[in-house]
């Protein structure tokens, strides 16, 4: 800057009155606020992509499945996770999570829990449907209707999709507290896989291979024991395109939780609407 320019420049900010600085000050300062506002607003991430008010919404709906005797300790023994659909009282689960007996004699049966830690209510069940070659169960409780998830449409889910699911995993130990994961849609599977020697073949694998094997979602998402009958859900609307039903376990059962391998399967929410138009009250 030469020194003409500095005379003017100096003569120019000398014409500025008090309050004249003041304003100017305090308009720099709004400004400059605004702006970083702005950058803020422009640089947050960008993970608000609805789930946690999805969950607010869906968490209500799911339930725990168990078996009530009032003579034992504890007195319930929690098994999976299932939803309400249709009405409010018809619960999907998996098949395979039913108790083959009751122990009738010292008053057990098969109930709903809902509700979030000791804030939980207790629903009597029965078994109305259930198809063994999906497995996928379907429940009737006693009592006032809970909110009904909707079913999506699972052949429009595609690999690479992310999805979540909510559930009770290792409820047992954990308690009646709703816990959600995301998933990744990594394929596409036959929910038998054919074994690769013939002592993995049980008689319930040869039998799903002869009835021809659905096909399920297999899923990049660590589950648990308990988490079987969890809604696999669309992130933005909770509408329920899949049911978890299995995990690939690496060595012994206790592997699923010490040593999970981060693959789960969920059988498409498709094959529930068979169970419910079959179901006759």
Do not use: C
């Not at 063994?132 to 999709?161: K, T």
């Not at 036959?190 to 040869?206: C, F, G, K």
């Not at 399967?265 to 138009?277: E, M």
Request: proline share 6%; no cysteine; glycine share 8%.
């Amino acid at each position: 800057m030469d020194s003409t320019t500095s005379k003017r420049s100096a003569l120019f900010f000398r014409g500025f009155s008090a309050d004249t600085w003041q304003r100017a000050w305090k308009t720099l300062k709004v400004l400059a606020t605004a702006s970083l506002l702005a950058l803020l607003v422009t640089q947050r991430p960008a993970a608000a992509d609805g789930l946690p008010d999805t969950i607010e919404r869906i968490k209500h709906s799911v339930v725990s499945i168990a078996t009530h005797q009032p003579s034992r300790s504890p007195r319930a023994n929690y098994l999976a996770t299932g939803f309400a659909v249709a009405d409010g009282r018809l619960i999907v689960t998996n098949h395979h999570v039913i108790p083959e007996s009751l122990d009738h004699a010292n008053r057990e049966q098969l109930v709903v829990v809902s509700g979030e830690g000791r804030d939980t209510s207790i629903h009597s069940a029965e078994l109305v449907a259930h198809s063994a070659n999906d497995d996928l169960a379907l429940l009737r409780i006693a009592g006032p209707p809970l909110p009904p998830l909707r079913l999506g449409s699972s052949d429009a889910v595609r690999a690479g999709e992310q999805l979540a699911f909510t559930g009770y995993p290792i409820g047992m130990i954990l308690g009646i507290y709703p816990a959600t994961h995301r998933a990744n849609v990594a394929a596409r599977t036959p929910m038998a896989i054919t074994a690769r020697r013939s002592r993995e073949l049980s008689e319930a694998h040869i039998r799903q291979l002869r009835a021809g094997a659905p096909m399920v979602f297999q899923l990049d998402a660590t589950a648990y024991p308990g988490n079987s009958g969890s809604p696999l859900y669309r992130i933005d609307s909770g509408e329920v395109v899949g049911v978890i039903n299995q995990v690939f376990v690496q060595g012994g059962r206790e592997a699923a939780v010490s040593r999970p391998s981060g693959i789960s399967y969920a059988v498409p929410a498709d094959r529930i609407r068979p169970l419910l138009a079959g179901y006759q009250e």
